[in-house]
């Protein structure tokens, strides 16, 4: 078995605990774990990424272009420069809530949002697209828009380990203060994907 | 993760001192350890920096004690003065080095090896590739030092020591470590002198050949498969090499490396003569690669080596699967043989994805390091516009390295740990007509600011040193520093002043800005108004930053302000539409990443990651941008 996991998104919006939590859990579920997270300067507001590996092998910790099982954005532009890494029919769910970047260095591109939505969606069938942050700050605060994708994946049912499971790892890991807010974070995506998907 | 993994190896290996300065990717190393300190009765300190650390860390072996040492690649530099010395004299307890190497590089000015500096400083070098091997070598660094009394080197990667998996350990809490230290005995072999080099000198060599012995008959160093193609490789990039292979693992014999330095010659030979080619699998230097090349030369064995030197491989930047796939095919095919290993195909190739907007790495919404670059900025223009004179602006190692990015465009210069205010007075000796402003971090300050700042005095450079004071060592996660009156361990130290530091120094324009207390205290103006303290904050940054740069000789301004990273925010701004013109300015010249001005909007506004700093309400000159909400 092997299952690989990318988390796209932008410094601050706590890519590196959700690969934590689902690194927890897989580990939890009797998987060898590995992950690859971006710590240190490219942290501050640039691109991030987490790898998650999970399998009965242990493998380095970056995945091959073309592997990733699932992929968890959590900002459009970020899901669509990570999506080579996205295996034929791997699975796509995307934070549709934008992050400009803070300056537009002279020859950067225009962020054009509708073309990236539609780029997304020409080239990932299947794809579950919906705003977690603002799912999150409904239910307190944008910051719990990682958790609830995590959410999300848990009711996509695309994770190789039970819901019980990562809830489990969420309980014991988030700390009291911000516990019912994620959880509710948490919850409310899953039955929102529940409900997107069926439709 | 892989760093804790080292922790805990460390720990159970009966370290008795720890000793580190914080630097992507080892910080968290000694974070852990901070954790189990009291329980475990384990002495660890933040030293100032990583030369002092060592030294530190020295002085507990000489007397016996177990010792580690944690730093990044570029830290080793710092340290190297002692460590040449060290590897002469020994150590007797043990002393282990953690030194994080960062391929691509993602958080560092270099992407030097530290295998090769092991094999420069003739001290051993272990090289794990997961964090389970993390942990196991560092108990054997810890053995090997002991019994060898040399220091012994703990080298990892990015990927190894930010990497977090599962870890099997001995015991899941740690006990209390075991006093083994007997203490400080007198004898001359603690003195270093050129008699006692030139006795220690053939002991040291002779280690080299007791240790690459020893290193053949360990098991870190394996050999897998049984093809004719044989694959040498250390460190994260076995795997790589282990999982391109897949499927095709008949072809191919890996040796796998775990002890780089000495080689160990032994074990490679017996490799060598099973396989009749051999491609290095390897990232920075080629190190694996010269080692063999050697040996297959002293040998006189019949091996064709592919490696980085005849252009197989990447001489540079991190590897991966991909990468190393990519090398092994080149080979292949030289080789003429049919098989191809496959990369996978993925949903999308990167040739396909539409032009996407650069997303560089920035100074936080809120970063009080912006508002003095925006005032040094202003400050240059005013004094250009009077005088003519440009200003070159030297930067140095922290957060505030990120104000070279556009638009604020205030770093023209950078180059390691305390360099600004050093360059920026030889760029005064060369460009007198110019002012000169260097900026440093407090805790970049401390590490290696204060000699500059005595040689300017000294030599009567005209150089104003920006000492940007957020009571912090911010970009490697926030840990304390001999400013901060707090030590590693969480007691009470004495606070030193940076402002008094650089008075004793000589220095005798010194001023303090106090950016927070003029953003928060309405007392600070006449009308006693929050709103137009704020308007005063930004001008007086910029008062303070002209007459400094006026003043004729070495010029100090500390700006003391809070990280925004962990402070909460006591206000945040909104930006009224009925007054906005939409003239973009805030956004464009500020490039605060809570300032948005969407394509298809015409005014901007402030995003819920405003930390009311209140620098773009003070730049707006329509009055636009107001507090919306205090006390959050």
């Given at each position: 078995m092997k299952y690989d996991i990318l988390i796209a998104g932008v410094g601050g919006q706590g890519v590196v605990l959700a690969s934590r939590l689902l690194a927890l859990a897989a580990m939890k579920a009797g998987f060898h774990v590995s992950t690859a997270e971006t710590i240190g300067m490219s942290q501050r507001e640039g691109s991030v990424s987490s790898h998650i590996r999970i399998g009965d092998k242990i493998s380095g910790s970056l995945i091959p272009v073309g592997q990733a099982d699932l992929l968890l954005g959590l900002e459009p532009a970020e899901t669509v420069r990570n999506l080579p890494f996205l295996r034929e029919g791997g699975k796509v769910i995307v934070n549709t809530h934008t992050i400009p970047p803070a300056s537009?260095?002279?020859?950067?591109?225009?962020?054009?949002?509708?073309?990236?939505?539609?780029?997304?969606?020409?080239h990932c069938p299947g794809i579950l697209c919906s705003d977690f942050t603002e799912l999150a700050e409904e239910e307190g605060t944008y910051r719990a828009a990682n958790v609830a994708m995590l959410g999300a994946a848990a009711g996509a049912g695309v994770l190789p380990f039970s819901e019980e499971t990562l809830k489990a790892v969420l309980n014991a890991e988030i700390p009291e203060k911000y516990r019912a807010v994620n959880k509710a974070s948490f919850e409310h995506a899953m039955k929102c994907i529940r409900l997107i998907s069926d439709a | 993760m892989g760093n804790e993994a080292i922790a805990l190896g460390a720990i159970e290996a009966g370290v008795q001192v720890v000793t580190g300065y914080p630097g992507t990717p080892s910080t968290e190393a000694l974070e852990t350890i901070i954790r189990y300190a009291n329980r475990c009765g384990i002495y660890t300190e933040w030293s100032n920096n990583e030369k002092v650390a060592l030294e530190t860390s020295v002085g507990a072996a000489y007397s016996g004690a177990k010792a580690l040492v944690t730093m990044k690649q570029v830290g080793l530099n710092v340290a190297s003065d002692p460590l040449m010395s060290l590897s002469y004299i020994g150590v007797k307890g043990a002393l282990v080095l953690l030194v994080a190497d960062d391929p691509g590089p993602h958080s560092s000015q270099t992407e030097q090896d530290t295998r090769a500096f092991g094999h420069f400083a003739n001290i051993p070098v272990l090289d794990p590739a997961t964090p389970q091997e993390a942990y196991e070598l560092t108990k054997l660094a810890f053995e090997l030092s002991h019994e060898f009394e040399i220091p012994v080197i703990l080298r990892t990667t990015t990927r190894v020591s930010h990497s977090c998996g599962d870890v099997e350990v001995t015991a899941l809490e740690p006990a209390a470590v075991e006093v083994s230290c007997e203490g400080f005995v007198k004898d001359r072999r603690w003195t270093i002198f050129p008699r006692l080099t030139a006795e220690r000198h053939?002991?040291?060599?002779?280690?080299?050949?007791?240790?690459?012995?020893?290193?053949?008959?360990?098991?870190?160093?394996?050999?897998?498969?049984?093809?004719?193609?044989?694959?040498?490789?250390?460190?994260?990039?076995?795997?790589?090499?282990?999982?391109?292979?897949?499927?095709?693992?008949?072809?191919?014999?890996?040796?796998?490396?775990?002890?780089?330095?000495?080689?160990?010659?032994?074990?490679?030979?017996?490799?060598?003569?099973?396989?009749?080619?051999?491609?290095?699998?390897?990232?920075?230097?080629?190190?694996?690669?010269?080692?063999?090349?050697?040996?297959?030369?002293?040998?006189?064995?019949?091996?064709?080596?592919?490696?980085?030197?005849?252009?197989?491989?990447?001489?540079?930047?991190?590897?991966?699967?991909?990468?190393?796939?990519?090398?092994?095919?080149?080979?292949?095919?030289?080789?003429?043989?049919?098989?191809?290993?496959?990369?996978?195909?993925?949903?999308?190739?990167?040739?396909?994805?539409?032009?996407?907007?650069?997303?560089?790495?920035?100074?936080?919404?809120?970063?009080?390091?912006?508002?003095?670059?925006?005032?040094?900025?202003?400050?240059?223009?005013?004094?250009?516009?009077?005088s003519q004179a440009d200003t070159i602006f030297s930067g140095d190692i922290g957060c505030y390295t990120l104000g070279n990015a556009h638009p604020l465009n205030m770093v023209d210069t950078c180059l390691c740990m305390g360099a600004g205010m050093s360059i920026a007075g030889g760029l005064?000796?060369?460009?007198?007509?110019?002012?000169?402003?260097?900026?440093?971090?407090?805790?970049?300050?401390?590490?290696?600011?204060?000699?500059?700042?005595?040689?300017?005095?000294?030599?009567?450079?005209?150089?104003?040193?920006?000492?940007?004071?957020?009571?912090?060592?911010?970009?490697?996660?926030?840990?304390?520093?001999?400013?901060?009156?707090?030590?590693?361990?969480?007691?009470?130290?004495?606070?030193?002043?940076?402002?008094?530091?650089?008075?004793?120094?000589?220095?005798?324009?010194?001023?303090?800005?106090?950016?927070?207390?003029?953003?928060?205290?309405?007392?600070?103006?006449?009308?006693?108004?929050?709103?137009?303290?704020?308007?005063?904050?930004?001008?007086?940054?910029?008062?303070?930053?002209?007459?400094?740069?006026?003043?004729?000789?070495?010029?100090?301004?500390?700006?003391?302000?809070?990280?925004?990273?962990?402070?909460?925010?006591?206000?945040?701004?909104?930006?009224?539409?009925?007054?906005?013109?939409?003239?973009?300015?805030?956004?464009?010249?500020?490039?605060?990443?809570?300032?948005?001005?969407?394509?298809?909007?015409?005014?901007?506004?402030?995003?819920?990651?405003?930390?009311?700093?209140?620098?773009?309400?003070?730049?707006?000159?329509?009055?636009?941008?107001?507090i919306q909400e205090v006390g959050l």
């Open positions: 537009r260095p002279p020859g950067s591109p225009e962020y054009d949002l509708s073309a990236l939505l539609s780029f997304l969606n020409a | 053939p002991w040291l060599e002779n280690v080299q050949v007791q240790l690459s012995e020893c290193f053949s008959g360990l098991s870190c160093n394996s050999v897998s498969g049984s093809g004719k193609i044989g694959i040498i490789a250390s460190g994260v990039s076995a795997l790589y090499a282990k999982e391109a292979v897949r499927g095709f693992e008949e072809l191919f014999t890996l040796f796998r490396v775990g002890t780089v330095y000495p080689f160990p010659e032994k074990a490679a030979l017996s490799f060598l003569k099973e396989i009749d080619r051999l491609i290095v699998v390897e990232e920075l230097d080629p190190y694996l690669e010269e080692q063999v090349l050697q040996l297959i030369g002293k040998a006189h064995l019949p091996v064709d080596v592919y490696g980085k030197k005849n252009g197989f491989f990447p001489v540079s930047g991190e590897y991966n699967v991909d990468i190393v796939i990519d090398g092994i095919n080149g080979v292949l095919a030289d080789l003429g043989e049919n098989s191809c290993l496959p990369h996978a195909s993925p949903a999308v190739l990167r040739e396909e994805l539409p032009p996407l907007p650069i997303r560089a790495p920035t100074l936080c919404a809120g970063c009080m390091h912006r508002t003095v670059f925006y005032a040094f900025k202003q400050a240059a223009k005013q004094l250009k516009k009077d005064f000796r060369t460009n007198p007509e110019a002012k000169h402003v260097a900026f440093i971090g407090d805790s970049t300050f401390f590490h290696s600011g204060i000699p500059a700042v005595i040689n300017a005095v000294y030599n009567g450079a005209d150089v104003t040193l920006a000492v940007l004071d957020n009571r912090t060592t911010a970009m490697t996660g926030h840990q304390p520093h001999p400013g901060i009156g707090v030590t590693a361990l969480g007691s009470a130290s004495k606070a030193i002043d940076i402002a008094d530091v650089v008075r004793s120094c000589g220095v005798e324009f010194v001023r303090t800005v106090d950016i927070e207390s003029l953003e928060n205290n309405p007392e600070n103006n006449p009308e006693n108004n929050l709103e137009n303290s704020l308007e005063n904050s930004l001008e007086k940054c910029v008062e303070a930053a002209k007459e400094a740069m006026k003043f004729e000789g070495p010029s100090v301004i500390v700006f003391k302000g809070k990280c925004v990273g962990i402070t909460k925010p006591s206000k945040c701004y909104t930006i009224e539409p009925e007054n906005c013109t939409g003239c973009g300015f805030c956004v464009i010249q500020l490039g605060c990443p809570a300032l948005t001005l969407p394509a298809e909007e015409d005014k901007p506004f402030i995003q819920d990651n405003c930390s009311g700093c209140g620098l773009c309400a003070q730049v707006c000159s329509s009055g636009a941008i107001r």
